[in-house]
């Protein structure tokens, strides 16, 4: 399983960003999917979480209403589209599969214990 992610970068407050997430070596369909993001010197930290079929999706508080999580299975990719950025949300930014007997589905917010096949990460720095 390899997933690939791209589209962070460098913006200012205010500003927005699409991340994209490309899998490949799985059904990607059959798997929930789940963005992380870590803040240097901090743990990996659940962004967002989409069911396998993109009908439930939950997010972290702090992005409610500024993050759209979508996905599109026959590109077997994913998407983060963040809106009204701010410092806050500065880190590198990484998708990962379901794992587990729940593969298929999200119990909220996502807890990277139960996610692997890490992608190598996007960096988001927002300046103020």
């Known amino acids: 399983v390899q997933l690939v ?4 970068g460098l913006v ?4 927005f960003l699409t991340l994209s997430c490309t899998a490949s070596g799985l ?21 967002s979480c989409i069911s396998h079929n993109g009908a439930v999706i939950s997010y972290k508080s702090a992005v409610k209403g500024r993050f759209n999580t979508t996905r599109d299975n026959a590109k077997s990719t994913l ?5 009204n950025l701010g410092p806050e ?9 379901k794992k587990g007997p729940a593969w298929r589905y ?10 692997g ?4 990460g996007t960096q988001v720095t927002v300046s103020s």
């Open 27 to 47: 059904n990607f369909g059959d798997y929930a999917m789940g963005w992380f993001r870590q803040a240097a010197g901090q743990e990996r930290d659940g962004v």
């Open 89 to 97: 949300d500065t880190g590198m930014y990484y998708c990962a599969v």
């Open 5 to 8: 992610e791209s589209g962070g």
């Open 79 to 83: 998407y983060l589209q963040m809106n």
């Open 12 to 15: 200012q407050a205010g500003d």
């Open 117 to 120: 096949d890490w992608g190598q």
């Open 106 to 115: 999200c119990a909220g917010v996502p807890y990277y214990e139960h996610f």
